[in-house]
């Protein structure tokens, strides 16, 4: 028996992501996109007890679900919430250190975790194509404990130089590079998820290392849609398919207009013994 | 010093701004309720900074902004901290010439207007524009935080990394902002201006209490006795303000939280209407057509649309109830 699935390399990350939730925590996430459908996913199937603080204030709300469309800009992304503050009020608890996890969307990523959200192109003042901004990912990226990153598996995304570096991963990679920038210590990315792999930082040298690797996708697969190198670790973890149930809570509560889990589809084929093989993927989409 | 941004940024003038309080602001209760059009005419100049608080779809002073469009005011330098296409919006309309960026939505027409020279954009973050009218709030020049630090953000900022005279560490220093305008449009409001904002905000006090000139729009008009009862519930004392706009719908096409959701279609409206290059028709059609926030509310948007906007916003519970 084998059986196939169908689903986009958004919904991979997403539901990857979900599953690095750690129960109990405390997450920060921009109040739109991804990473907020990660940490949504995450409650609704598998950390029911993590809480959130959002950059407008709004601190552990309880969004209804089906989730109501364009949700940035409905009272339901703070409903229920234990406390409406402001932006100030919730980047002084992450500088206190309340704040677990940072969970972001970066355009560019390069080898230290540094990541772009600004623009691309050759120069700031003719960019090839500008974006909204840093908006809170440079302090979400600098004050959090641990943070993550969603990007897909691509070339141009995981850069030898990034074209601007909105937000800090481990800068130069050097022994207290962070907090010689007046970021507090033991702080910095943990993990990148794409559609396609799972990265790391190796704790020494502070590069990216590969740790998982999507069930039909191999390291060269994976490299080869990188500018740079990474590490590899030694025993590189199997990623789980997106389930049936998540997909599933996903398409239909937590992002029920699909806003933002379009993207590329992607369509596998488990065989008898567990086997993933790819049979199609679209070509990679445009920037977006 | 360690390290300084290169970017331009409003000076800090703690004096300044105490002279302007001493000198212009009015410490007895009157009222200050004027229309939009006297609102914008008496408080915002060309080549003013302008912050305003929440953005398009939320909460946002949607009507001042299209005074402000429509008054074709110019030059203007806006704090886009938390922006959806607000910023868009009035560039598209040649108001403003300098952005500081948190976060905004982008699209051809600041990227055409960044290539062309005719935007300058400066690199801050939201958290780090919040905090900057944070210390413009509070008097001070200048306040530490410990980010930005180290990204092509801090060097394209104004900020400055100085070595902490109590710890010795790194830390980031940012300058003290005080826009010349701020733009909030709240829940509640006595004709003096004592304000009342239900629901998460992005920096509605520190928006306010940072500017030399403050112009509120509000939902609601309530009387100073209601003002009185429940003074837990005021965000923003009258003194700070210079102006008080009755703006039903003020937010449309955004949703002020509680009380109407956003209009999507006419966000989509103004979508396409950038990426076909048909904004100068939106613009006509908005905001230069008719003359007034209520005007475009009776004559574009129509009854039947606020009720199912009203209608749509089934929460009420923690902002009226």
């Known amino acids: 028996m084998s059986e196939v699935r169908t689903f986009t390399d958004m919904e991979q990350i997403i539901c990857t992501t979900a599953r690095l939730m750690e129960e109990d925590k405390l997450y920060f996430v921009a109040i739109g996109g991804p990473p907020l459908l990660a940490v949504l996913l995450a409650k609704r199937l598998y950390t029911p007890e993590i ?35 402001d932006m100030n009020t919730v980047d002084f608890h992450a500088a206190l250190g309340y704040i677990d996890y940072g969970v972001l969307a970066a355009v560019q990523v390069d080898e ?125 973890e199997t990623l789980e398919l997106p389930s049936e149930e998540e997909l599933g809570a996903l398409r239909a509560e937590v992002d029920p207009t699909g806003r933002t889990i379009r993207g590329r589809w992607i369509t596998v084929e488990e065989e008898a013994g567990g086997h993933v093989r790819l049979v199609q993927q679209d070509a990679p989409a445009g920037e977006g | 010093m360690l390290a300084a941004g290169a970017g331009v940024f409003k000076p800090p003038d703690p004096d300044g701004f105490r002279r302007h309080v001493r000198d212009h602001k009015e410490r007895r209760l009157v009222s200050k309720l004027m229309s939009e059009r006297e609102a914008v005419e008496r408080f915002v100049e060309d080549g003013d900074y302008v912050s305003y608080d929440c953005n398009l779809w939320n909460r946002g002073p949607a009507a001042l902004m299209r005074e402000i469009i429509r008054q074709r005011k110019r030059d203007l330098w806006i704090a886009a901290k938390f922006t959806a296409h607000d910023a868009t919006l009035l560039v598209a309309a040649g108001c403003v010439s300098r952005i500081d960026v948190g976060w905004m939505e982008v699209g051809r027409v600041i990227q055409e207007a960044q290539v062309a020279g005719r ?79 239900f629901g998460a905000g992005i920096a509605p006090v520190e928006t306010a209490m940072a500017s030399r000139k403050v112009i509120l729009s509000a939902e609601e008009i309530v009387a100073g006795d209601e003002i009185r009862r429940h003074p837990q519930q005021t965000r923003i004392p009258y003194y700070a303000v210079d102006a008080v706009v009755h703006a039903p719908f003020g937010g449309y096409p955004g949703s002020v939280p509680g009380l109407y959701r956003a209009d999507v279609q006419h966000l989509m409206e103004f979508a396409a209407a950038q990426v076909q290059g048909t904004i100068e028709a939106y613009l006509d059609k908005w905001v230069f057509s008719v003359s007034s926030n209520q005007e475009m509310l009776e004559q574009r948007v129509g009854q039947a649309k606020l009720d199912e906007l009203r209608a749509q916003e089934t929460i009420r519970e923690g902002y009226y109830e």
């Open chain 1, 51 to 85: 809480a959130y603080v959002v950059e407008d204030g709004t601190i552990a709300p309880q969004v209804p679900l089906p989730a109501p469309p364009f949700l940035v800009a409905a009272s339901g992304s703070s409903y229920r919430a234990v406390a409406w503050t």
């Open chain 1, 112 to 236: 230290y975790g540094n990541f772009n959200s600004t623009f691309i192109g050759p120069a700031y003042e003719r960019p090839a194509r500008r974006f909204g901004g840093p908006g809170g990912a440079n302090e979400i990226a600098s004050l959090c404990w641990r943070t993550i990153l969603m990007t897909r598996q691509q070339g141009r995304k995981f850069v030898r130089k990034l074209d601007f570096m909105s937000s800090p991963g481990f800068l130069d990679g050097s022994v207290g590079a962070r907090e010689r920038a007046g970021l507090p210590s033991e702080t910095g990315p943990w993990r990148v998820v794409t559609e396609t792999a799972v990265f790391d930082f190796d704790a020494d040298s502070r590069r990216m290392r590969l740790r998982g690797l999507a069930p039909w996708a191999t390291v060269d697969d994976v490299v080869a849609q990188m500018e740079f190198k990474p590490l590899i670790a030694p025993k590189l």
């Open chain 2, 119 to 197: 935007v300058q954009l400066f690199e801050w973050s939201n958290g780090a524009l919040a905090y900057r009218h944070l210390a413009g709030a509070l008097g001070v020049p200048f306040l530490p935080l410990r980010y930005l630090g180290g990204t092509g953000t801090f060097h394209g900022s104004g900020a400055k990394l100085i070595e902490d005279p109590f710890t010795g560490q790194a830390v980031c220093l940012v300058p003290a902002l005080n826009p010349d305008v701020a733009l909030v449009h709240v829940n509640q409001c006595d004709e003096f201006g004592n304000a009342r904002v």
